[in-house]
């Protein structure tokens, strides 16, 4: 601790401390408008620092005051709000265009895969070791994938 001693004598028994060369902090505040000496006794004898200079409030805290000898005074970090940018209703329509896309190339995806599933059929039946009766059903289940795919791909181009 030590004692801070005004211009008109008054004095105060107060801690300081020293940021930097233009910035002191002063806790415990007592509001400082003329400038002050800092002692390290109570009888103010052991000077420490004239500290005269130190007049303008730079920033209040809870437990203190800084003050700058330099007229600066501390100011908020502006935050900026991030940019929205909405999409226009071409780069919309484009978005939507590419999703429907997607979409019909997932159907024609799953549709190969069945496909791949079923070739066996093919193989069978034409090395005679099976009839089309005995795969008709699959041979159906196939006309309707073969159909599907002939459908979305025709989707495919209009887009």
Do not use: H, W
């Amino acid at each position: 601790m030590g004692f801070i001693k005004f211009s008109n004598n008054a004095s105060f028994e107060v801690k300081i401390k020293k940021i930097n060369d233009t910035l002191i902090k002063v806790f415990d505040p007592i509001p400082v408008i003329s400038g002050f000496i800092y002692y390290l006794d109570e009888k103010l004898t052991q000077e420490v620092c004239n500290c005269n200079e130190f007049k303008t409030v730079y920033k209040a805290e809870l437990d203190g005051i800084i003050y700058s000898n330099d007229g600066s005074v501390y100011s908020e970090p502006v935050i900026e709000e991030p940019v929205v940018i909405e999409p226009t209703a071409e780069e919309l329509a484009a978005i939507a265009r590419q999703q429907e896309i997607a979409n019909i190339n997932m159907q024609l995806a799953a549709i190969d895969l069945e496909f791949e599933q079923l070739d066996y059929i093919g193989t069978k039946i034409a090395t005679g070791r099976a009839t089309i009766d005995e795969y008709s059903e699959q041979i159906a289940r196939m006309t309707e994938l073969a159909a599907e795919k002939d459908l979305l791909q025709a989707q495919l181009l209009q887009l």
